[in-house]
């Protein structure tokens, strides 16, 4: 009964088994290698269009590397006040950006909302160089919430900060769960609702170590390969994340997986909705569950083994004293079985 993260769950057997067979012989370095080319090529059917593909290590590599590519002096990169690259990152984005700052953006639900973005942007004035100047906007898919953006609201988002110059970087390391709880094609989740670059994940979704930067329009990473090199993130020996990948996008697996941890989220939301000792904190469509739960229920359920976090309460979430707010994450790993002796310990 492990619900700490998605990042606890082990690698898939197809994707094991692809990192074992391209372990053998002799390939190109640096990207270069016939099975690097590829899967980059698979990153285009993906997307239906002309992508460029940098691999990266870590989705906090992805996310600072990829705000990276439009910083100038002074830069702001605005984000929700509860975003991963906010909270998470360990001031990486600044300084992969070599003197950024990140600056919140209010929404409910931990996601940003349109007009307040649009009030966070008339805030800066060009004119005095003292506050800086935004370069890009980052919005979070699915959100760390739980949320999922609707595609209209990503294109909102987009108009908005299109209008002002301003580029869009989805952090997409949940991004399969966001597109398999919507329905909807990869490009109608990204480039289509007007984002420029994002974050691929694949690490939180069976795979074993793989992340990917993906730029939409290929001439906004004309420099990038720089910003890459000089960050440590062009691995010479690069196919072992394409092997993963080459798995990983092969036969929709990446969205079977996908489908499959937000099937196990979803029978976690009816059971705790049903539960005499827990109700949901607020409602989430991905993999990750929100959920008050009695301080007795949830010791008694840690005491048989089951493993997830406490998460910090605020905003208008109401937690008794006799109670915890706890985040529950599903993966592709997650069994019925481990579901339903959750449920049954918390009551």
Known sequence: MIFSSDNWSGAH??????????????????????????????????????????????????????????????????????????????????FFAHGSRLAPVAGSNG?????????????FDPAFVHGGRPVAVSISQSAESGAVYAPDT???????????????????????NAVAALGISPAEASWKAGVDVMSFGGTKNGCWCAEAIVFFDKEKAADFAYNHKRAGQLFSKSRFVSAQFDAYLSDGLWLSLASHANAMADALREGIAAAS???????????????????????????????????????????????????????????????????????
């Not at 870590?58 to 600072?64: E, L, V, Y």
């Not at 949830?298 to 905003?315: I, K, N, P, T």
């Not at 599903?330 to 002796?341: L, N």
């Open 13 to 94: 057997p197809a994707i094991s088994a692809s990192l074992a067979r391209h372990a053998e012989g002799m390939a190109a370095a640096y990207g270069a290698s016939a099975l690097d080319v590829a899967v980059a090529r698979r990153f285009d059917d993906l997307f239906e269009r002309e992508v460029a593909v940098f691999h990266v290590g870590t989705g906090t590599a992805a996310n600072s590397l990829a705000l990276s590519a439009f910083n100038r002096p002074g830069g702001v990169v605005l984000c929700h006040g509860e975003a991963h690259i906010m909270v998470d990152e360990c001031g990486a984005p600044e």
């Open 277 to 347: 000792n827990a109700r949901p904190a607020w409602e989430t469509r991905a993999n990750e569950v929100f959920a008050i739960v009695k301080r007795s229920a949830a010791d008694r359920a840690r005491s048989e083994g089951a493993l997830f976090y406490d998460w910090h309460v605020g905003g208008d979430t109401p937690v008794a004293q006799d109670e915890i707010l706890v985040r529950l994450v599903a993966s592709w790993s997650t069994t019925p079985e481990e579901v339903e002796s959750f449920i049954r310990l918390i009551g």
């Open 154 to 176: 990503v294109r909102e988002i987009a108009s908005i900060a299109h209008g002002h110059g301003l580029a869009v970087h989805m952090d997409g390391a949940r991004f399969a």
């Open 111 to 123: 996601m940003m909302e349109p007009a307040a973005l649009g009030r966070a942007l008339e805030a």
